[in-house]
């Protein structure tokens, strides 16, 4: 039983910041990908970044040099620490996790979403 659910939405001005969180419960193998993706309103889901088991990240072209992916040392707690906030960033975010760590790839859980709405 797997949970992934994410904190720390809200709203924020443009050129704000904002720190997401997402706590896991139940097991997922060592060598899983974490990451973060967004729907905005009439968009398809994106990948905005991915970390891997080496704590290694990448990022989408919007979301670099403005966002940062980490995890915390029992990775069990996912961040994402998102400055200089555009208009464009508003979307539901939502963390994943799964066992390839591209952002294009396919995972295996998600959590319920936040919302991030920037004006």
């Known amino acids: 039983h797997v949970q992934l659910v994410e904190s720390g939405g809200g709203s924020v001005q443009a050129g704000g910041s904002l720190r997401l969180s997402c706590s896991l419960s139940?097991?997922?193998?060592?060598?899983?990908?974490m990451g973060w993706f967004r729907q905005a309103l009439g968009k398809e889901r994106e990948g905005v970044a991915v970390?891997?088991?080496?704590?290694?990240?990448a990022y989408a072209d919007s979301a670099k040099g403005r966002f940062t992916i980490a995890r915390d040392n029992a990775k069990t707690t996912l961040f994402l620490q998102m400055n200089s906030l555009k208009l464009e960033d508003s979307a539901i975010y939502y963390c994943?996790?799964?066992?390839?760590?591209?952002?294009?790839?396919?995972?295996?859980?998600w959590g319920q979403g936040t919302q991030v709405t920037v004006s």
């Open positions: 994943v996790a799964g066992p390839q760590c591209f952002l294009e790839s396919k995972f295996d859980y």
């Open positions: 970390i891997d088991r080496f704590s290694w990240p």
């Open positions: 139940g097991y997922i193998v060592s060598t899983y990908c």
